[in-house]
């Protein structure tokens, strides 16, 4: 297992590209299911999560080869049931049962387990797939969906925590082939939910109103191979930004959209950072401590729950008391202890941070639990005095590609070592 050491306290200056989205690319990848024929998605970050991806994909009878960001999967004879072996360690695998419910009008996939952000339940998925026309079994520790057809239909798709992204997904996924016309009230809006539903479309399949609250899907006989570029990973630029912010001279993020970074651009702005847009590129100049401020995470475009734990990172050293609640995963505050180990001072009332900026953080073993707290970690890690160990860096490899060369590309001190 590795470990990243972190040098703290060294100014970072600057531009780094972004990969590609993680979290388009998961379910873009799986949504190649839904045709016979190939499909190139380029882009695709190289992560575990999308090597897990891969796996199963191969997993399912397809042929999948992958060279640079450039993968090609062809799904020409699949099978329709993946086991427990292969799903287990990516909460994302569910993302399959849309195409494969769509495509075989049956899938049997094991039942993702807990995650340590939360209980992350997959009901509202699962009245989407029986609202089409399918049956749904839990047993055995694996789901079962099975129709004879699948037919349109209206489905809301609003839970009690907002909407879902991966289960608007996967009940694209599944309309996409169904017999009539889908309505989907209470969609996610996320940007990577346009992504999907843009690369559906190109496959042939009739989507309309991806990225507002309601998607129209007139179901179509067949969809055909093609090839799409996944968008910029909005979540790994807003992680480079708020890095600006803490140890910042000025580091500019290339390959970005500005749009779907709006929300964190306006906070960061709110914490006194000037910013500068381009059409592609965001600059944070430098302005001393970050402002003190409220943060309420939202489904998009709010503030997304993916940058809360990076945010508690700056305000631990804000210049007063900040106060950070997560809507979405009231329980996803793994980072807070650990960043208390670091000197920060923060209190948790339910699902809200309380935190009084510290003038300084100190170096010190650190645990990464999740891929964002782990993130969250090592900002700290690179404004804190002394050396920062961050273990458990199998999380950060889920989701940022290469985040250790890109900061020290940036100037920061960081090194990447084998735990005995
Ligand atoms: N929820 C339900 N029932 C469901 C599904 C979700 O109650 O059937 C609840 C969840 O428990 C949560 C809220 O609805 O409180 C939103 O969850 P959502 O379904 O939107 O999450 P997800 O689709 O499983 C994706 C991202 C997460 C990101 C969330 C929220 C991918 C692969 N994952 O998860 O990304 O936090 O949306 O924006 O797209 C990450 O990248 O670090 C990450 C965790």
Request: proline share 5%; hydrophobic share 45%.
């Amino acid at each position: 297992m590795d470990k990243i050491l972190i040098h703290g306290g060294r100014p970072l200056s600057g531009s780094i590209k972004v990969s590609g989205s993680k979290n388009s690319s998961l379910p873009i990848l799986a949504a190649t299911l839904l045709t016979p024929e190939p499909c190139v998605v380029q882009g695709v970050p190289d992560l575990s999560d999308t090597h897990y991806m891969l796996q199963i994909l191969t997993h399912l009878g397809a042929q999948v080869e992958r060279a640079s960001g450039t993968v090609t999967v062809a799904a020409e004879n699949i099978e329709s049931v993946a086991p427990y072996e292969v799903v287990r360690k990516m909460r994302a695998s569910v993302c399959v049962l849309g195409p494969l419910l769509g495509r075989c009008k049956e899938a049997t996939v094991s039942l993702p387990g807990g995650c340590v952000i939360g209980d992350r339940p997959i009901d509202l998925h699962l009245t989407g797939f029986e609202a089409l026309g399918a049956a749904v079994r839990v047993e055995g520790g694996n789901v079962k969906v099975f129709a004879p057809k699948l037919t349109g239909a209206v489905i809301n798709l609003r839970g009690k925590f907002g909407p879902t992204v991966l289960g608007t997904d996967n009940v694209m996924m599944a309309a996409v082939l169904a017999e009539g016309v889908t309505v989907i009230e209470g969609a996610a809006q996320e940007p990577e939910v346009v992504d999907l539903a843009n690369f559906l479309n190109k496959m042939g399949a009739k989507i309309e109103g991806a990225g507002t609250r309601r998607i129209i899907i007139e179901g179509v006989a067949a969809l055909h191979g093609v090839e799409h570029a996944v968008i910029p990973d909005r979540i790994e630029a807003g992680t480079f930004l708020v890095a600006g912010a803490i140890c910042g001279k000025e580091v500019t993020v290339k390959r970005v959209e500005p749009e779907h970074v709006r929300s964190i651009t306006d906070v960061l702005g709110s914490c006194g950072f000037p910013i500068n847009i381009a059409d592609h590129a965001i600059s944070i100049l430098p302005n001393g401590e970050a402002k003190a401020l409220e943060l309420i995470t939202e489904p998009y475009p709010g503030f997304p729950t993916d940058m809360q734990a990076q945010m508690c990172a700056l305000l631990s050293t804000s210049d007063g008391i900040s106060v950070v609640t997560d809507n979405i995963f009231p329980q996803r505050y793994m980072h807070v202890a650990e960043l208390k180990r670091m000197g920060a001072q923060m209190q948790m009332e339910g699902g809200t941070a309380v935190i009084q900026g510290v003038d300084r953080l100190f170096g010190a073993q650190v645990m990464a639990s999740d891929l964002r707290a782990s993130a969250a970690l090592v900002l700290a890690g690179l404004k804190a005095d002394g050396i920062t160990e961050v273990s458990r860096v199998y999380h950060i490899d889920r989701g940022y590609e290469r985040l250790d060369e890109k900061l020290s590309e940036l100037g920061a001190h960081i090194e990447r070592v084998k735990e005995a």
